[in-house]
Structure formats: C-alpha cells, structure tokens
C-alpha cells in the first residue's frame, strides 16, 4: 500500500499543500496523512500517525513528493528510513525518483546519506580545527556563563510543580542548563 505524507510550513502554504496532494494521488497513495506544521518547532503528529500507520512487513511504501517536506535532517532522514526498514516498509521520493523498496533506490539513498554523513564529518573537523587554533591563540571564550538571573529563576521555578522542560520553556533556555543549574545548586 502507498501511504502518502504532505506538509507545509504554515497554513499560508495551502497552494504547496494542496499541490502536494494532488501528486500523492497521481502516485497512486490510498491513505494521505498531510499537516501544516514547521518541521523544527513542534511535533509532527501527522508524521507519526504515517509511520504508525504502516503495516509490518506488509511491502507498504511512505511517499513524499520532496525530502525537505519528510525530514529535518540527514540524520531525521536516516531515523525515519530506519523505523521504516524496521517493519520491512519503503520510502518513495517523487521528485527523487527513489524507491528503497528496490535494490538501486537503497543505493541510491544510502549513497546520498554518505555524501551528507561524510561532509557533517568534514565540517566538524574543520571546526575542531578553528577551535584549537582559536584557543592557541587565546581568543576561545567557549560558552558565555548562564546568568545569575536565569540561575535565581531556575532555583525559584524547581520549587513549583513545573517539570523541567517548562522551566526551560519559562525562561528560555535549554533544558540542560535547568540540570546544570539544579545540580550546582
């Protein structure tokens, strides 16, 4: 079965959507999950409902019309394709033209996922490098020092029923500086 997924950043995108799916049931998709969410602030619920809409080991196929509508990342990329293959399900990219349902379309992502593994790697090192070189020369700062007000709200908000991540929320940072802080304190 082909399950198509569409999304869009914003509710201003409904044309892309709406052109999305129109492409997804060209392809043949008979179930279409589709979200108006950005795929970096919040959840995609859509996206979830998809893959666990898929059936194990069922030759079911994902399809998208573009990677950049599934994915955040290489890496989101790789998770997503690796939950697929875990219930022996494919991944159909329209504008790709790759299926991995078949032996050349696994090739074919597999080798676009090398490509973006090995220049994240290429471009780690070159930071490591700047760092080092940044640090013999005595202009490394590393990371500016949480301030004593964040640090006093933190301590303050760790008394109330708030978890963690809302504090984090609340006072806008990370969710391990609220650790950090907490464990210094």
Do not use: H
Request: hydrophobic share 35%; aromatic share 4%; proline share 1%.
């Amino acid at each position: 079965m082909l399950i198509g997924y569409a999304r869009t950043s914003t509710q201003d995108q409904k044309y892309s959507l709406e052109a999305q799916k129109e492409k997804l049931d060209a392809s043949g998709c008979e179930k279409l999950f589709s979200e108006e969410v950005s795929s970096v602030d919040s959840k995609r619920q859509k996206l979830e409902d998809a893959l666990d809409y898929i059936r194990e080991g069922e030759g079911d196929i994902l399809v998208v019309t573009k990677l950049d509508r599934l994915a955040r990342s290489v890496a989101d990329t790789v998770k997503i394709q690796e939950r697929l293959e875990a219930k022996k399900a494919g991944l159909k990219i329209l504008d790709m033209d790759i299926d991995t349902s078949t032996p050349s379309g696994r090739l074919q992502f597999n080798l676009f996922a090398s490509i973006a593994q090995f220049e994240r790697e290429v471009m780690l090192e070159r930071q490591k490098v700047g760092i080092a070189k940044a640090k013999a020369d005595g202009k490394y700062k590393g990371r500016k020092p949480t301030s004593d007000d964040k640090k006093d709200k933190i301590l303050k908000l760790a008394l109330t029923n708030m978890t963690r991540q809302e504090i984090a929320d609340e006072v806008g940072c990370g969710i391990a500086t609220v650790y950090r802080v907490l464990k210094e304190a």
